[in-house]
């Protein structure tokens, strides 16, 4: 079941290749390096607590049963000239629940061999270079820019990684070619998800690494000939499974922002096809941030929209219940063909020593337990504020109402506080 579920999750997540016009979420900051006396060799690393609640039907927040967490630490060195020009790096993790299973959570966000503690190697890779030419190989973190359809997302406690070939070339002018062959990955859902919210999502061990069918193959070329604008197409070509091509175009300046994106699937197979197209734009007005997007999936029979290595997809209305219902609103009604079409609007600016983040989506003919989808509406509201102190630790509280029609009749609440410490 996992290879299936691999396999069509890959049909989903090469939809952007460009940066968010008005970010809803601020990136939490690049660890520090601290470089080592003469070795060459740098290290850095992180330290996280990560609690989540969630108030559905009769069970509240902060009750065991509706809550997940998790503390972990990572320890990444880093080497860019170990021998004759070959780099290395390697990232270990570790992760477990401090305990609180037993009195105040019922789950772990991210969970080894479906145990509560645990550890892995989570990168491991060779590098090298030459002229305009970096060469990656191993396990590593993949960015949506460059691999859309298989990228490390965030949004949990530690990021998802993939068994890949990179090769990055920049000798045409203004070009960045990459070519990828990715291999294996391992999935980023949550156990609470998985149990809950069981028709909607998938969850694995973060360190159970399983092939991608039987293998991707990845070329994405991106130009930044024009000031300002940069356009991103990808093919992707997944043996015995499918192709896929999706294009991006972002035109940035520091008063508005533009982005379309829109591709189609080919499943070899010829019973699973589907195209999608989205465009959102955005501005400043003081010190607010604004932005507005739409999507829409047009399925040919049935199918799902989100990445190989975790529950998001790179669509401008990506939201807070993509992640944790493994892409909810891009489910499509099974053998009916009804489009999926989403509309968001975000604004964030910083306040009070930090950034708040505010967002409200709403997603018509994606619930296909409704009597008829394509009257149904699933609405969802989001609020988050993020701070960081002094420049090593950030800390983030979110909230989130999400309305799932017939599903849970009052929706359900999400309350999530994450802290890092990054060193």
Same mark, same amino acid.
Request: glycine fraction near 10%; include cysteine; hydrophobic fraction near 40%.
């Given at each position: 079941?996992?290879?299936?579920?691999?396999?069509?999750? @890959?049909?989903?997540?090469?939809?952007?290749?460009? +940066?968010?016009?008005?970010?809803?979420?601020?990136?939490?900051?690049?660890? /520090?390096?601290?470089?080592?006396?003469?070795?060459?060799?740098?290290?850095?690393?992180?330290? #996280?607590?990560?609690?989540? =609640?969630?108030? @559905?039907?009769?069970?509240?927040?902060?009750?065991?049963?509706?809550?997940?967490?998790?503390?972990?630490?990572?320890?990444?060195?880093?080497?860019?000239?170990?021998?004759?020009?070959?780099?290395?790096?390697?990232?270990?993790?570790?992760?477990?629940?401090?305990?609180? $299973?037993?009195? @105040?959570? /019922?789950?772990?966000?991210?969970?080894?061999?479906?145990?509560? !503690?645990?550890?892995?190697?989570?990168?491991?890779?060779?590098?090298?270079? %030459?002229?305009?030419?970096?060469?990656?190989?191993?396990?590593?973190?993949?960015?949506?820019?460059?691999?859309?359809?298989?990228?490390?997302?965030?949004?949990?406690?530690?990021? !998802?990684?993939?068994?890949?070939?990179?090769?990055?070339? !920049?000798?045409?002018?203004?070009?960045?070619?990459?070519?990828?062959?990715?291999?294996?990955?391992?999935?980023? +859902?949550?156990?609470?998800?998985? $149990?809950? %919210?069981?028709?909607?999502?998938?969850?694995?061990?973060?360190?159970?690494?399983?092939?991608?069918?039987?293998?991707?193959?990845?070329?994405?070329?991106?130009?930044?000939?024009?000031?300002?604008?940069?356009?991103?197409?990808?093919?992707?070509?997944?043996?015995?499974?499918?192709?896929?091509?999706?294009?991006?175009? /972002?035109?940035?300046?520091?008063?508005?922002?533009?982005?379309?994106? +829109?591709?189609?699937?080919?499943?070899?197979?010829?019973?699973?096809?589907?195209? /999608?197209?989205?465009?959102?734009?955005?501005?400043?007005?003081?010190?607010?941030?604004?932005?507005?997007? &739409?999507?829409?999936?047009?399925?040919?029979?049935?199918?799902?929209?989100?990445?190989?290595?975790?529950?998001?997809?790179?669509? *401008?209305?990506?939201?807070?219940? $993509?992640?944790?219902?493994? +892409?909810?609103?891009?489910? *499509?009604?099974?053998? =009916?063909?009804? !489009?999926?079409?989403?509309?968001? @609007?975000?604004?964030?600016?910083?306040?009070?020593?930090?950034?708040?983040?505010?967002?409200?989506?709403?997603?018509?003919?994606?619930?296909?337990?409704?009597?008829?989808?394509? $009257?149904?509406?699933?609405?969802?509201?989001?609020?988050?504020?993020?701070?960081? #102190?002094?420049?090593?630790?950030?800390?983030?509280?979110? &909230?989130?109402?999400?309305?799932?029609?017939?599903?849970?009749?009052?929706?359900?609440?999400?309350?999530?506080?994450?802290?890092?410490?990054? %060193?």
């Amino acid at each position: 079941m996992k290879k299936t579920l691999l396999l069509s999750m @890959v049909a989903s997540s090469i939809l952007m290749a460009g +940066g968010d016009i008005a970010p809803v979420e601020p990136a939490v900051e690049t660890p /520090a390096v601290v470089p080592a006396t003469d070795s060459g060799w740098k290290f850095s690393g992180q330290g #996280v607590f990560y609690y989540q =609640t969630m108030k @559905v039907d009769n069970v509240n927040f902060f009750d065991q049963e509706a809550a997940s967490a998790n503390a972990g630490i990572q320890l990444r060195a880093v080497n860019k000239d170990l021998v004759a020009g070959v780099g290395v790096g390697v990232e270990l993790s570790g992760i477990g629940t401090l305990g609180l $299973d037993e009195d @105040v959570v /019922a789950y772990p966000m991210q969970s080894l061999d479906s145990g509560l !503690n645990g550890g892995w190697v989570s990168q491991l890779y060779l590098t090298y270079g %030459f002229g305009n030419t970096a060469i990656k190989v191993g396990r590593q973190e993949l960015p949506k820019s460059l691999s859309p359809f298989a990228y490390s997302e965030d949004w949990n406690v530690f990021k !998802n990684t993939f068994d890949a070939a990179l090769v990055v070339n !920049n000798d045409i002018p203004n070009t960045t070619v990459a070519l990828a062959y990715v291999k294996n990955a391992n999935l980023n +859902g949550t156990a609470s998800s998985d $149990d809950w %919210f069981s028709e909607y999502d998938y969850f694995y061990d973060i360190n159970d690494f399983n092939s991608v069918a039987n293998g991707a193959y990845m070329l994405t070329v991106q130009n930044k000939s024009i000031e300002n604008l940069t356009l991103t197409g990808t093919y992707y070509d997944i043996r015995d499974f499918a192709r896929i091509f999706w294009a991006d175009a /972002a035109y940035d300046t520091d008063s508005f922002n533009v982005g379309l994106q +829109g591709g189609t699937f080919s499943d070899k197979n010829s019973n699973g096809d589907w195209k /999608a197209y989205g465009i959102k734009a955005g501005t400043s007005v003081g010190p607010v941030n604004l932005m507005a997007a &739409y999507s829409v999936i047009d399925p040919k029979v049935d199918g799902w929209m989100y990445q190989v290595g975790g529950t998001t997809s790179p669509l *401008y209305t990506d939201m807070i219940a $993509d992640e944790i219902l493994s +892409g909810y609103y891009l489910r *499509y009604p099974y053998d =009916t063909g009804i !489009n999926v079409k989403k509309y968001k @609007v975000a604004a964030n600016m910083d306040l009070l020593g930090g950034n708040i983040s505010t967002a409200y989506g709403v997603a018509k003919g994606a619930d296909y337990n409704g009597v008829n989808p394509s $009257d149904e509406d699933l609405k969802e509201f989001d609020l988050s504020y993020t701070r960081n #102190v002094a420049n090593d630790i950030s800390l983030t509280a979110t &909230y989130a109402n999400i309305s799932t029609c017939n599903t849970y009749e009052n929706g359900f609440d999400l309350l999530r506080f994450v802290a890092r410490y990054n %060193f």
